[in-house]
C-alpha cells in the first residue's frame, strides 16, 4: 500500500473525513507532499541532477512533472499520476520520474512550458535532450476536456517510441527548444522575483511563502516590458496559443487525434477530418497537444506551419499560412496571469459579457456602439483596489475606455492598455449605473 493509501486509511481510523488530504492548509499540501514523495522508491522528489544520473545510468529516458500544489486545478489528475494508476503504471516504470513542486531555481533555458498550467510534464532523452512535452489548458475549470490518463498513457508511449529511436531523430527535436534567455537564467534573478524568492523552497519557514509560482515567471517577463515603456508583444501577451486558433479540436483520450473540426477555419480549410492524428509540426514529431501549442508558440506573427498527418493509414504533409494577428483569437481570459494584466490595465476589474438577465437594447446605446462589458469582480485589496478606490463597483457596465466604444471584449481591452498605452497614462472609463452613465478616472499601473 502506498503512504498517500496509508495516510488516507489512518484519516479514516481516526474518525477524520476522507477528504481530509484534499481540505488541508496550502502549507500542509506542500510539506506533505515532500514527506509522501521524497523516499519513494517511484519518484526523485525536487532533484533534477539526481534523475540525471539516475537516467545516464539505466539509459532510461526521464519524465518531470512540475507540479504546483497548493493549486487546486489538475489536483486529482495529478493525484493519478502521483499514485502511479493502473492505466500509466507499467509505462511509468520505463523512466526515470522526477517531482519538481515549485518554479525556484528552474533552467529557463530547459524548462520552456506553460507557464499558467498548475501541472506540466517535460520527457527528456538520458542526456537531458528534450523529447517533448504534455499537459495543455483551454479554461479554469474543465481539465477533464484538455486532459486524461488515457491521452496521457499514448503520450508516455510516444515518448518511449521516440527515445528508442534517438540517434534516427535527434535532428527532428532541435526545434523543441527555444533559445536560451540572454539575461534571466533562473526565475529569482527578475527584478520583481530576486528580492523575495531564493533558489528553493524555505521548509523551515513558510514554505508557501517561499515558492515561486509558475505564472509568475510570465508575470515577471510582462513586468519587464512593462516597466521599460515597451507594448506586450503578441507572443508575450497571447502565451501558448490552443489549436483552437486554427479550428482544431483534439479528443484528450488521445495524445493528438482530432476529435472536431470547426467549420470555416484553418483546419477546415486544410481538410482535416476527426480521426485524423497530427504527427508532426513543422518537422517536430508531437508527443501531445502540448507540443503543437509550443510549435504555434514559436511560430512568428505572419508565419507558415507545415502539418504531418495520419489520415486513414496515409501520410499526409499540410502547410497553412497564419495571417497577420491571428493569435488574437486565442483565449486568455482563464490564465492566472491574466490577473497581472488586469491589475496594470482595469485597476483589478474583471469585465464579462453582459449576462442573459441584461438585455443590450435595455441599454438604450447607439446602434453602432461596440462596448458593453459586465464588470463581474472588483479587487479589494492592494494594487488590485485601484478601480474600487476610483469609485468603479460590481455591476457596472463599460461602456467607453479611454474615450473608445470599439471594442468586443475584455481580450480587446487587455491588448489596447498594454500595446497601446504605458505606465502612469490616465484613462477614463465610462459606465453605466441604474441607467446613468458615469466617468471615473483610473492611472495604468
Known amino acids: ?58 539509459k532510461k529516458p526521464i519524465l518531470v512533472v512540475l507540479r504546483c500544489i497548493p493549486c487546486e486545478a489538475c489536483h486529482e489528475f495529478d493525484e493519478q499520476v502521483v499514485e502511479r494508476d493502473p492505466k500509466v503504471r507499467e509505462l511509468l516504470d520505463r523512466f526515470v520520474c522526477v517531482r519538481i513542486p515549485q518554479a525556484n531555481g528552474i533552467d ?42 488515457e491521452g496521457f498513457a499514448e503520450s508516455l508511449q ?57 505564472h509568475q515567471i510570465r508575470d515577471a517577463d510582462r513586468l519587464t516590458y512593462r516597466l521599460s515603456d515597451q507594448p506586450l508583444p503578441d507572443d508575450v501577451l497571447y502565451p501558448w496559443p490552443s489549436l483552437k486558433v486554427i479550428g482544431i479540436q483534439c479528443d484528450p483520450k488521445t495524445a493528438t487525434t482530432v476529435s472536431a473540426v470547426l467549420p470555416n477555419s484553418l483546419a477546415a480549410q486544410m481538410e482535416l477530418q476527426p480521426g485524423d492524428r497530427l504527427v508532426a509540426m513543422n518537422g517536430q514529431p508531437l508527443l501531445s497537444v502540448a507540443d503543437a501549442q509550443w510549435v504555434l508558440h514559436r511560430t512568428p506573427d505572419e508565419g507558415q506551419v507545415t502539418f504531418t498527418i495520419d489520415h486513414e493509414g496515409q501520410t499526409i504533409q499540410q502547410a497553412v499560412s497564419l495571417p497577420q494577428g491571428w493569435r488574437q483569437a486565442s ?48 479587487g479589494q485589496y492592494g494594487e488590485h483596489a485601484r478601480a474600487k478606490q476610483a469609485g468603479l463597483v460590481k455591476g457596472d457596465i463599460v461602456i467607453a475606455y479611454d474615450g473608445r466604444s470599439d471594442f468586443d471584449s475584455e481580450q480587446d481591452l487587455l491588448a489596447y492598455a498594454m500595446q497601446q498605452k504605458q505606465r502612469g ?14 466617468t471615473f478616472t483610473i492611472t495604468l499601473q
Open 1 to 58: 500500500m502506498s503512504r498517500f493509501l496509508c495516510l488516507s486509511w489512518m484519516a479514516c481510523w481516526l474518525g477524520m473525513s476522507p477528504l481530509w488530504l484534499s481540505a488541508q492548509d496550502r502549507e500542509t499540501k506542500v510539506r506533505n507532499d515532500k514527506a509522501l514523495l521524497e523516499n519513494s522508491d517511484h519518484w526523485i522528489y525536487n532533484n533534477l541532477p539526481r534523475g540525471l544520473r539516475q537516467a545516464k545510468l539505466s
Open 108 to 149: 529557463l533555458a530547459l524548462f520552456q512550458y506553460d507557464y499558467d498550467m498548475s501541472f506540466a510534464v517535460m520527457y527528456l532523452h538520458h542526456d537531458g535532450t528534450l523529447l517533448g512535452r504534455f499537459g495543455t489548458r483551454t479554461g479554469r475549470e474543465n481539465e477533464a476536456e484538455d486532459m486524461q490518463l
Open 158 to 214: 510516444l515518448a518511449l517510441n521516440l527515445d528508442q529511436k534517438f540517434d534516427e531523430v535527434r535532428d527532428s527535436l532541435a526545434g523543441k527548444m527555444g533559445p536560451a534567455p540572454e539575461i534571466y537564467k533562473l526565475p529569482e534573478q527578475y527584478p520583481s522575483l530576486k528580492d523575495k524568492y531564493t533558489d528553493s523552497l524555505d521548509y523551515s519557514g513558510k514554505v508557501v511563502q517561499s515558492c515561486i509560482h509558475c
Open 331 to 378: 483565449d486568455i481570459s482563464w490564465r492566472v496571469s491574466t490577473w497581472e494584466l488586469r491589475r496594470m490595465a482595469f485597476g483589478g476589474m474583471v469585465l464579462k459579457p453582459l449576462p442573459e438577465s441584461i438585455n443590450r437594447k435595455s441599454l438604450k446605446l447607439p446602434a453602432d456602439h461596440q462596448l458593453a462589458l459586465f464588470i463581474e469582480h472588483v
Open 425 to 438: 497614462d490616465k484613462v477614463n472609463i465610462e459606465v453605466l449605473r441604474d441607467g446613468q452613465r458615469k
